[in-house]
């Protein structure tokens, strides 16, 4: 099979060979555009085949890559379909291996760069962890994906690939949410404030009014939903001290699905409980927003699956 080591280019360079290329055509173009049909057609076809003729004289057909060597010998043992991989990876892998493969972050986020969205799916069959990416930002939490889903059923080592392989015979998740159907939120983990302070990891509204806080912007499949916000506020129940809103965020739409208001606790902490559904994947925004009336306090987010 073909090797693709003698012509790896590095990352940035390789953009100019299609640029350099087609420079060489549109001039043969201008050049031989005094001549007849039939010598312009052979003057482009030569300017064609001799380049592609001498580098396919010097591929190696005997070999793979040793990381489509090890995945090759991963699939024949371990009946898998969809897998994930660092950007730099993930192309090679489906071209000499012919399996799905997402590209992602090293921080698990989908990467959509000339790719078809077919191959991100919400649970996968394997994880390639690149050990040298070429890049920094494509480093892998490894024990972030088992926090997320446990000890691997089994862990290959692809040691000529610098490269090993985390098998979940169940499938595993990138996200957290998708994985456990219930996540907590708080400062620290996926909450922003745009105003007040924060003490002892809960928010506090200060005397400037808007969003006391906001977030997670969690991407969920489409489905049934409910959340619970746990806050306080000084005014009585029969007063107001702002708002909560729903904001789905699909292909960089907004659109607010359902609103309520933040009535007062009496400086108690309540639990506030509502439900939405989504009929497509969307990124999820919940907000609080502080009227200036009191004195409001935001501990907690926590979001549920329920269908």
């Known amino acids: 099979m073909v090797s693709l080591s003698h012509f790896i280019l590095p990352p940035t360079d390789r953009y100019f060979t299609t640029v350099f290329g087609l420079c060489i055509i549109l001039f043969s173009i201008f050049t031989f555009s005094k001549f007849n049909k039939f010598f312009r057609i052979l003057s482009c076809i030569s ?3 001799l380049p592609n003729y001498s580098m396919f004289k010097a591929i190696d057909f005997t070999y793979k890559t040793p990381l489509s060597v090890c995945i090759d010998e991963f699939k024949r043992a371990h009946p898998v379909k969809h897998g994930v991989s660092e950007y730099w990876q993930a192309k090679v892998i489906y071209m000499l291996s012919n399996i799905s493969m997402a590209q992602i972050s090293g921080n698990l986020e989908d990467i959509y760069t000339v790719t078809s969205n077919s191959f991100f799916k919400d649970k996968y069959d394997f994880i390639i962890i690149n050990n040298k990416p070429v890049y920094d930002w494509s480093i ?3 024990k972030k994906i088992i926090s997320i889903n446990g000890t691997p059923d089994e862990i290959i080592e692809c040691k000529e690939a610098n490269s090993e392989i985390l098998y979940y015979k169940n499938g595993l998740y990138l996200d957290e949410f998708l994985a456990k159907k219930v996540v907590h939120f708080d400062i620290n983990t996926g909450l922003k404030n745009n105003i007040g302070k924060v003490s002892q990891d809960i928010i506090i509204s200060d005397n400037k009014t808007g969003f006391l806080s906001f977030g997670p912007h969690k991407k969920i499949p489409a489905g049934k939903y409910k959340f619970d916000l746990i806050y306080s506020s000084s005014l009585s129940p029969d007063e107001i001290s702002g708002f909560w809103d729903i904001n789905l965020i699909v292909k960089k739409n907004h659109t607010i699905i359902q609103k309520g208001d ?6 108690e902490f309540k639990t506030l ?4 559904k989504t009929k497509e994947k969307a990124k999820i925004e919940i907000r609080s927003f502080y009227n200036g009336r009191g004195e409001l306090k935001i501990k907690e987010l926590v979001l549920y699956k329920i269908d």
């Open 262 to 267: 933040l009535a007062g606790t009496n400086s």
């Open 47 to 49: 300017i064609l085949f």
């Open 273 to 276: 409980s509502a439900q939405f």
């Open 140 to 142: 892998m939490d490894k």
